[in-house]
T-cell receptor, first 111, second 115 residues
């Protein structure tokens, strides 16, 4: 079946950039998503990228997609303590309406 | 503002009890989903529904059932709770119209502890 992988933990210092990486196996993925989960809360959509794009920028967030390697990354510039959360990568193919989520990367921002 | 609500934030139940988790969405979405979230495993799909009275098994349906009697409400039922069902349960809904922006909207989650 489809699989989405992420590293489980990342620590950065406040003000540095964070880069969270994700790999996926489904070559028919049409949309790829990044979600953020703050402590005690559900998942909130951060951004998404269509599979025919290789980069998308949204304020402090930059998404890079390497479709050949099936690799997605999320860069957070000037990381703040409020960015501490779990970040989930997810894909959705064009045929289904189900999402496949990665295990989540717990980002810790150190002062 | 879109909203998915779940009936409880925290629940403590005993082994063998029947447990109901309720989810309500106010976005008139056709699709609704139940996931469980465990550390290091991410979200795993339990059941989903694309329409009223319709249900489909996800990746880990064993020990669970669901009910969708009304479009806005999707219930997850643990017929006889077991300790390995201690987890965070997340409900989500989405529209089937297919654009990238038609993401899944999540409720705040129910943290269930089975003793």
């Amino acid at each position: 079946g489809e699989d989405v992988e992420q590293s489980l933990f990342l620590s950065v210092r406040e003000g540095d950039s964070s880069v969270i990486n994700c790999t996926y196996t489904d070559s028919s993925s049409t949309y790829l998503y990044w979600y953020k989960q703050e402590p005690g809360a559900g998942l909130q959509l951060l951004t998404y990228i269509f599979s025919n794009m290789d980069m998308k920028q949204d304020q402090r967030l930059t998404v890079l997609l390497n479709k050949k390697d099936k690799h997605l990354s999320l860069r957070i510039a000037d990381t703040q303590t409020g960015d501490s959360a779990i970040y989930f990568c997810a894909d959705r193919d064009n045929y289904g309406q189900n999402f496949v989520f990665g295990p989540g990367t717990r980002l810790s921002v150190l002062p | 503002d879109v909203k998915v609500t779940q009936s409880s934030r925290y629940l403590v139940k005993r082994t063998g009890e029947k447990v109901f988790l309720e989810c309500v969405q106010d976005m008139d979405h056709e699709n609704m989903f139940w996931y469980r979230q465990d550390p290091g495993l991410g979200l795993r799909l339990i059941y989903f529904s694309y329409d009223v009275k319709m249900k489909e098994k996800g990746d880990i349906p064993e020990g669970y059932s669901v009910s969708r009697e009304k479009k806005e409400r999707f219930s997850l039922i643990l017929e006889s709770a077991s300790t390995n069902q201690t987890s965070m349960y997340l409900c989500a809904s989405s529209s089937p119209r297919g654009g990238a922006e038609e993401t899944q909207y999540f409720g705040p989650g129910t943290r269930l502890l089975v003793l």
